[in-house]
């Protein structure tokens, strides 16, 4: 129970810096997309290069900072917030799906990375299938019975009758 609690954290944390790495790689992604200097004034005139720009910095250093906000807060707060009570656990799991929300998000950006070619876009793929299996991971631990309360087992045990403790 802890155990799992523990561990949501941590793939939380590894994911804010996956995050990171993304954000950095959105640099890069500036980088492939900026003219030569010549035509940069007629670049930018256009609009082209206001769209292009401005997609790049949305989806690759606004939305990931969002996200990692969203990330470690909730993740932070839910892991404060755990208890082995129905309450605590019920606020633990509301609290680890809107972390979950800034992990998809992070999941969709890591896309973006396929855009980059060679190896930007290796490496893209990496995160993005990371990504996906801390998800996975997260999502599988917080709403399955692996995050339970000791009581509701040991009424459960009682109600069928396995209940060591008689």
């Excluded at 954290?9 to 590894?14: A, I, Q």
């Excluded at 940069?40 to 997609?55: A, D, E, H, K, N």
Aim: hydrophobic content about 50%.
């Amino acid at each position: 129970m802890k155990k799992q609690v523990n561990k949501n954290f941590v793939l939380s944390l590894t994911l804010i810096a996956v995050s990171v790495v993304v954000s950095l790689m959105g640099l890069k992604l500036l980088d492939f997309f900026n003219p030569g200097e010549k035509e940069f004034l007629f670049y930018i005139l256009t609009g082209l290069g206001f769209v292009v720009w401005g997609v790049v910095i949305i989806f690759m250093l606004i939305i990931p900072v969002i996200s990692v906000g969203l990330i470690f807060i909730f993740s932070l707060i839910a892991r404060i917030v755990y208890k082995d009570t129905p309450k605590r656990i019920l606020a633990y799991r509301i609290l680890m799906g809107f972390s979950f929300v800034g992990q998809i998000s992070m999941f969709f950006v890591s896309w973006m990375l396929l855009l980059c070619g060679g190896w930007g876009s290796i490496v893209g793929l990496l995160i993005s299938v990371y990504i996906f299996w801390a998800i996975f991971q997260g999502i599988r631990g917080t709403y399955t019975q692996r995050v339970t309360s000791n009581k509701e087992n040991n009424r459960e045990d009682i109600n069928n009758g396995t209940n060591d403790n008689k």
